[in-house]
Nanobody, 124 residues
Framework: QVQLVESGGGLVQTGNSLRLSCTAS????????MGWFRQAPGKEREFVAV????????YYADSVKGRFTISRDNAETTVYLQMNSLKPEDTAVYYC?????????????????WGQGTQVTVSS
């Protein structure tokens, strides 16, 4: 069982930055691939970024590539999402998720554990 708690959301202006954190409970954090997803009002939850358990494999959605950076600290059982050059279209609730698998997935249905989400609002 893994419990995930996100933090770091807030209200920022276009072009500014935020860093989201997701801290996991449990002693097997290092065996999980960790993903970030987001959901805007009236839209489906969409993939943002994923990092393998070792940190060697990372994928980003095209919409955030070059602006967002995912990283993890297994000793601190925390995964981060550094978001730079934020745009109004980045406004959403951001969720972290964990999957225990050999495949690093961008599909939300492959993730077993989810956090409660943190709101990110980017004003124009």
């Amino acid at each position: 069982q893994v419990q995930l708690v996100e933090s770091g959301g807030g209200l920022v202006q276009t072009g500014n930055s935020l860093r989201l954190s997701c801290t996991a409970s449990g002693r097997t954090f290092s065996s999980y691939a960790m993903g970030w997803f987001r959901q805007a009002p009236g839209k489906e939850r969409e993939f943002v970024a994923v990092i393998s358990w070792s940190g060697n494999i990372i994928y980003y959605a095209d919409s955030v590539k070059g602006r967002f950076t995912i990283s993890r600290d297994n000793a601190e059982t925390t995964v981060y999402l550094q978001m730079n050059s934020l745009k109004p279209e980045d406004t959403a609730v951001y969720y972290c998720a964990a999957q225990q698998a050999s495949v690093v997935s961008t599909m939300k249905d492959d993730y077993k554990y989810w956090g409660q989400g943190t709101q990110v609002t980017v004003s124009s």
